[in-house]
């Protein structure tokens, strides 16, 4: 896992999408801009429907050389070659995701303490995904994180680590100094007029702050 793919991470939300466009399109403005890992989140569609839009965003990340992530899915991310697959504590475990998914791809997997941060390193996660660092409305189960306990996090493990919950352009700056590579979000890039435009700024300001 190349870090650098982490540094802003756009995780999918269809919530967000206006009439008459697609998911895809949503998400291809957001790689005119920049972003640099896309995961496909999907909670309510068939197994059917998750096929063939995973399918359809694989060719949109192909084409910008970005990679696919799947959220909890592992059949479907084996079923379109994605890239890898990102887990939540109550999801598999990355140690059973690895068996399934192989050796070169990617885990991502949920870590709110210390302690499943190192598990989740010892059962061969690639990254992990921290937080809710600023509260969230994406997740309604998500309680805001410490950021003391996010740096410990960082500071615990070996693996790159991105921040996630309520971050936007105005607050990105605050997650300066804790270690992390990146951050993942939603609604600051999908829930924009224009998404291309507000993952340029957004980028920018988390390169700023990742090397402040």
């Known amino acids: 896992m190349d870090k650098n ?6 995780v999918t939300d ?6 008459g466009e697609t998911l895809e399109e949503q998400v291809e403005k957001c790689l005119k801009g920049g972003a640099t890992c896309i995961q496909l989140r999907e909670k309510h569609l068939s197994e059917e429907e998750f096929l063939e839009e995973a399918r359809r965003m694989k060719a949109v990340c192909a084409k ?45 997997v949920t870590a709110k303490t210390v302690e499943q941060a190192l598990l989740a390193e010892k059962h061969g996660a690639d990254y992990l995904g921290s937080g809710a660092v600023f509260g969230t409305s994406t997740k309604e189960d998500a309680s805001k994180m410490d ?10 493990v070996q693996i790159p680590v991105v921040a996630i919950g309520g971050i936007t352009e105005e607050n990105v700056a605050e997650l300066a100094g804790n270690g992390i590579c990146g951050v993942a979000v939603v609604s600051a ?11 340029r700024e957004l980028k920018k300001r988390t390169e700023e702050m990742v090397k402040a």
């Open 5 to 10: 793919d982490l540094l802003l991470y756009a």
């Open 147 to 156: 950021h003391q306990v996010l740096k410990q996090i960082c500071q615990a």
């Open 64 to 108: 910008y050389h970005v990679p696919l992530l799947i959220n909890d899915n592992v059949e479907i991310a084996l079923a379109v070659d994605a890239d890898g697959v990102h887990v939540g504590q109550s999801d598999m475990e990355a140690e059973d995701v690895r068996a399934k998914l192989g050796p070169d791809k990617i885990i991502g």
């Open 189 to 199: 890039i999908f829930a924009k007029k224009d998404i291309e435009a507000a993952t």
């Open 14 to 19: 269809r919530n967000w999408l206006p009439e």
